[in-house]
Every structure is written in structure tokens, then in C-alpha cells.
């Protein structure tokens, strides 16, 4: 079996949604004084590769905690929507060439590619986002969550969250900022997002891996 990681490692420069505080790290122990190492991190629930629970945006939403932890490890497919233009929309083409795939998995990936300007500014920038056909599609199916490589399912100037709204309106979980979707191909493989567990969680940095087939 191969392991390939989907999470970007947290540092005080990544990239944060508008208004989030950096994360931040210091040294409480180390071996020379304490004989052992501690560091204290401070970092809001949605930093890096993180997790949106349904009660993230709804009133009445679960929190990560009060999900089953089956609910974060399960099949999965890639959606390679990486030709799509800045600002524009993933369609239902892009899905439709996966649907054979889709109809067995339960979580699904979206790779713009976007991944590639992790740690420049450009990546609050204008990165695609779903269609309102694909997200009206997918609440239909019994998936257990989505992933982007992108900062939302929503454009980072729509206050509304429509598509946050939809998605976790029907319990499916929500993981963004994904890394090496390249890497995972076009056919089904077990998908493993761990969140950290804490009282009326919100969303959760996560960490994110596929488990594929070794080749042969």
C-alpha cells in the first residue's frame, strides 16, 4: 500500500482566510533545561488543511465531535477540474467523466491545481469554485464530505456560503486546502481525514492521506 500525504504543513505563513490570526508556535520546554521538548501552538480551528463541521455555518449544525469517526476515513475519487480558468466554475462536465467513479465514492476531491500558489498571495486570489448543478448533484449522494486544494467551495467574496450552506446542510463534511491531488489518479482509493477531537468543534486542521494500491 502506498501513502500519499494531502496536507500542507502549518507555519506562521501560510495562507488564511481574511481576518484569521496566524498561526503561532514557542518553545515552553526544551531537552537542555527540561529534559524533554514542549511547544505551545496557537491556531484557530480552520487553519491549513483543515475540516468544516456543519455547525461551522448553521445554528443547528453537528460539530466534528459529534460525528461517528467513520464519518472521516472512506472511499474516494479525484475530479481533475485543473484546466479551469481563474474565477470560473467546475461544471457538470468535469464531474460527469468521474460519474461511474463518484456513484461508488464517499468523499470527492476536486483538484484545480490551485495548490500550486500555496504561500503567495495569488492563492486568495480567484480560484474556481463549484457550479451550483455540481453541488445540487453531490447533496444527492450518500458521500460522507468533500475536499478542495482551494480555500472554499464558495468564492472568498460571497458572504452568503451557499455551497457551505448546501453541503453541510446535509452532513457532508467539508475539507480544504488539500496538496498532491496530482498524485492519486482517476480510479477509487481510501481517503483518511482525522480531525482533533474537542468539545463543539467547529472545524479542525486534519491530517489528510490517501492509501492507494502498491503498483505492480
Known amino acids: 500500500m502506498r501513502i500519499i500525504d494531502l496536507t500542507h504543513t502549518i507555519n506562521p ?6 481576518g484569521t490570526d496566524a498561526p503561532a508556535f514557542s518553545s515552553i520546554a526544551t531537552q537542555e533545561s527540561n529534559g524533554f521538548s514542549e511547544t505551545r501552538m496557537i491556531l484557530t480551528s480552520h487553519t491549513g ?3 468544516d463541521a456543519p455547525s461551522h455555518i448553521l445554528t443547528d449544525g453537528l460539530s466534528l465531535d459529534q460525528f461517528p469517526v467513520s464519518q472521516f476515513i472512506g472511499s474516494a475519487v479525484v475530479v481533475d477540474c485543473s484546466d479551469v480558468k481563474d474565477g470560473r466554475s467546475i461544471s457538470m462536465d468535469y464531474v460527469m467523466k468521474q460519474s ?3 456513484e461508488e465514492a464517499e468523499f470527492v476531491l476536486f483538484r484545480t491545481g490551485w495548490e500550486q500558489l500555496w504561500h503567495t498571495k495569488d492563492y486568495l486570489g480567484h480560484y474556481p469554485i ?3 448543478s455540481v453541488v445540487s448533484y453531490l447533496i444527492k449522494r450518500p458521500i460522507k464530505g468533500i475536499g478542495l486544494d482551494t480555500m472554499s467551495p464558495d ?4 458572504s452568503a456560503l451557499k455551497h457551505h450552506k448546501a453541503l453541510l446542510g446535509n452532513n457532508c463534511v467539508i475539507i480544504e486546502n488539500l496538496t498532491n491531488l496530482s498524485l492519486l489518479g ?7 481525514a482525522l480531525p482533533l477531537k474537542y468539545n463543539c468543534s467547529d472545524g479542525s486542521p486534519v491530517r489528510a492521506v490517501a492509501c492507494l494500491p502498491d503498483d505492480d
Open 49 to 51: 488543511t483543515h475540516m
Open 100 to 102: 461511474p467513479q463518484i
Open 186 to 192: 482517476s480510479g477509487l482509493f481510501t481517503f483518511i
Open 13 to 18: 505563513e501560510i495562507p488564511l482566510f481574511p
Open 155 to 158: 468564492a472568498l467574496t460571497d
Open 130 to 132: 463549484l457550479d451550483d
